[in-house]
C-alpha cells in the first residue's frame, strides 16, 4: 500500500497570504517542504483521492500525480472541499463539452451519506457544483459505508452521531491506516481501530506556545475542540497503534518545518507530516 499525504496543511496553508512572519517567509523562499497545502491524502495503488482542499491542484502537481479516479470527502468543512472545480481539470475537456460530448471514465465520488448530501448543498447562485459536474458526466456519486478497489479496502467510520464527520480505516494485506484528518475529538471508540499500524490524524495543538508568543491557557476553547500532543499519545496506546503522524498542521502553531523535526526527537512514535511524504506499507 502506498500513500501519499499531498496536502499537510490546515485551515490557512503555509504560507498565508501577505504574512510575514518567519514560518511564511521561510516557507515563501524555501518552498516544500517548508510550505504546505491543504489537507489531503492520496492512495497510489487506486489513484484514490481523500478531500479536495482549495489549493488541490498545486498538491496534486507536487506530488507528482499523473490520475484521479475516485474521490472520497471527509466531511464538507470548506477547507476540504472547496477545491472540488479541480474536477473541471481533471476531466472537462471544453470543445468537446461545447458539442455535447461527454467524458470518458467519468471519476467517482463518494462519502457516508449525510456528508454527501452536505457536500451538494455546496455551489454557487447556480446551483450545487457536484449535481452540475455529475450532469456534466464528469462524475458520479455514491454514498458508501466501505468500498473495495483491487486489493485495497476503505471503511467510513462515523465520528460523530449525526454521521457529518468520517475516519477512514485504509487497509491492504494485514496492513492498516487509520486517517482521520479533521473534527475527530472526541475520538470514537471502535475495536476496529486496534493494531492499526498508522494514525494519520489532524486538528491537533503543537505547543502551548504558538504563534506570535501567544501562550494557549488551560481555559483556552480551542483544548475542546482539539487535541493536544498528550490526548494523541493516550490513543495510540489505548488502540495499540504502531506509530502516528500528525497532519492539518496550523500556520498558526507557528511552527516550521526545521521545527516540527526537532520536536520528533523528544516524541515517542509520533511524527509530523509534511507536503509530499510517502508512506508505503
Known sequence: MNVIILGSGGCVSTPRACCSCRVCTEAR?????????GCSLFIEDVNLL???PEDINASLNNSGIRKV???LYSHCDPD?????RVIEQLKMDWLANS???KPDNPIEVASLPAILEDIKKQGTKYGSAIEYYEAKGLIY???IRTLKYDNIFVELIPADEQEHVTIFI???NSKTIIYAPCDVKPFPKSEKFQGADLLIIGNTIVGNVLKNGFVLNEDNPLRKELFTLDEIDIIRKQYDIKEVIITHLE????KSYDDYKELEKELDGIHFAYDGLKIQL
Request: hydrophobic share 25%; aromatic share 10%; proline share 3%.
Open 29 to 37: 523562499q524555501k518552498g516544500f517542504p517548508y510550505a504546505r497545502t
Open 50 to 52: 481523500i478531500d479536495t
Open 69 to 71: 479516479e475516485h474521490i
Open 80 to 84: 476540504h472541499t472547496m477545491g472540488m
Open 99 to 101: 458539442l455535447g460530448k
Open 141 to 143: 456519486t455514491k454514498k
Open 170 to 172: 485504509i487497509s491492504s
Open 251 to 254: 500556520e498558526d502553531w507557528g
